[in-house]
């Protein structure tokens, strides 16, 4: 049984981290390890973990699928398989699939989840509030569909393109809204500086310029503009003794604009017990100082013309 929630925010622990050996983005391969973390997790008050076929390429619970109700019916069934379960809490439509009407997408979604095979229906870096959330909410009401009623998506410190239109229109259809990469891609971590080498970059992890996944989050996140607001943060944190890590994990709890009340939440991954109970601890800790907060947003304001959209 889980304990009693300790962070102001729920927090989710996410799977990404797990996986075989040798497989991109896959930093913990033991399963005792993951028993211990999650066991950890628990004793937080976590009772929610966020997996995908994706993480570890497949091994972390046991492709490109479109949104078409044949792929649908398929992946959720191997999906089941590899959990050796027979329906899941949540299930996400994960980006946008432009060679499947919406319609033919959301009525299998509605007969999958009629047959019990998942409880809730969750969107993921969906396209657009007018053209995908809100037409798809409004769809599934008039037709009696199952509608999504969580929306998943980036959002941290230095990324805060969801506050403009996505909360409002999330809120204006019931959804809500559970935070990924609270930590900017590891930006935020205080690992990298703008004169960091390749060849000190551990292989595998998030920036290695030798996989598709470091190439592609170096394109998103590794530039001068970021690593300008990055020195503003470490400068203020330094002034107080935290790290970079800590002021994310509690401006994330305590000063983003999450509704804690409607059931938003963020999602924390790890690559060791000792990490993850790391950033627990700072979650669990009470708001920052306001001059770091000051230092917080006048980092947004110099990374808001240059990072991506929420949406894929």
């Given at each position: 049984?889980?304990?009693?929630?300790?962070?102001?925010?729920?927090?989710?622990?996410?799977?990404?981290t797990?996986?075989?050996?040798?497989?991109?983005?896959?930093?913990?391969?033991?399963?005792?390890?993951?028993?211990?973390?999650?066991d950890?997790?628990?004793?937080?008050?976590?009772?929610?973990?966020?997996?995908?076929?994706?993480?570890?390429?497949?091994s972390?619970?046991?492709?490109?699928?479109?949104?078409?109700?044949?792929?649908?019916?398929k992946?959720?069934?191997?999906?089941?398989?590899?959990?050796?379960?027979?329906?899941?809490?949540?299930?996400?439509?994960?980006?946008?699939?432009?060679?499947?009407?919406?319609?033919?997408?959301?009525?299998?979604?509605?007969e999958?989840?009629r047959?019990?095979?998942?409880?809730?229906?969750?969107?993921?870096?969906?396209?657009?509030?007018g053209?995908?959330?809100?037409?798809?909410?409004?769809?599934?009401?008039r037709?009696?569909?199952?509608?999504p009623?969580?929306?998943?998506?980036?959002?941290?410190?230095?990324?805060?393109?969801?506050?403009?239109?996505?909360?409002?229109?999330?809120?204006?259809?019931?959804?809500?809204?559970?935070?990924?990469?609270?930590l900017?891609?590891?930006?935020?971590?205080?690992?990298?500086?703008r004169?960091?080498?390749?060849?000190?970059?551990?292989?595998?992890?998030?920036?290695?310029?030798?996989?598709?996944?470091g190439?592609?989050?170096?394109?998103?996140?590794?530039?001068?503009?970021?690593?300008?607001?990055?020195?503003?943060?470490?400068?203020?944190?330094?002034?107080?003794?935290?790290?970079?890590?800590?002021?994310?994990?509690?401006?994330?709890?305590?000063?983003?604009?999450?509704?804690?009340?409607?059931?938003?939440?963020?999602?924390?991954?790890?690559?060791?017990?000792?990490?993850?109970?790391?950033?627990?601890?700072?979650?669990?800790?009470?708001?920052?100082?306001?001059?770091?907060?000051?230092?917080?947003?006048?980092?947004?304001?110099?990374?808001?013309?240059?990072?991506n959209?929420?949406?894929?």
């Amino acid at each position: 049984m889980a304990s009693e929630k300790k962070s102001r925010v729920s927090v989710i622990f996410g799977a990404m981290t797990i996986g075989r050996e040798g497989v991109e983005q896959a930093r913990i391969h033991d399963l005792k390890e993951v028993g211990a973390m999650l066991d950890l997790f628990q004793e937080h008050g976590g009772t929610v973990v966020d997996i995908a076929r994706v993480y570890g390429l497949g091994s972390s619970e046991e492709a490109q699928i479109t949104h078409s109700a044949q792929d649908l019916r398929k992946h959720l069934k191997e999906f089941l398989k590899a959990l050796k379960t027979d329906s899941i809490d949540l299930w996400y439509l994960h980006g946008s699939d432009r060679s499947t009407p919406f319609e033919e997408t959301l009525k299998a979604c509605n007969e999958l989840h009629r047959r019990g095979k998942f409880k809730r229906l969750g969107l993921h870096q969906l396209h657009g509030l007018g053209s995908g959330i809100a037409y798809i909410s409004e769809l599934c009401t008039r037709q009696g569909w199952v509608r999504p009623t969580v929306y998943q998506g980036v959002y941290n410190a230095i990324h805060r393109t969801v506050e403009i239109e996505l909360f409002p229109g999330l809120k204006n259809y019931g959804i809500i809204f559970y935070a990924f990469s609270p930590l900017a891609g590891s930006q935020l971590t205080g690992r990298y500086r703008r004169n960091t080498r390749d060849t000190d970059i551990e292989p595998m992890s998030r920036f290695d310029p030798n996989t598709f996944q470091g190439r592609k989050y170096r394109k998103r996140l590794w530039n001068d503009t970021i690593f300008d607001a990055l020195d503003l943060v470490r400068e203020a944190a330094g002034a107080h003794q935290l790290t970079e890590v800590e002021c994310a994990l509690r401006w994330i709890a305590h000063h983003s604009k999450l509704d804690v009340a409607r059931g938003d939440a963020v999602i924390i991954g790890a690559s060791s017990k000792k990490q993850i109970e790391e950033y627990l601890g700072f979650l669990e800790q009470g708001p920052l100082p306001s001059d770091v907060v000051d230092a917080l947003d006048k980092a947004w304001l110099i990374t808001k013309g240059t990072v991506n959209n929420y949406w894929h």
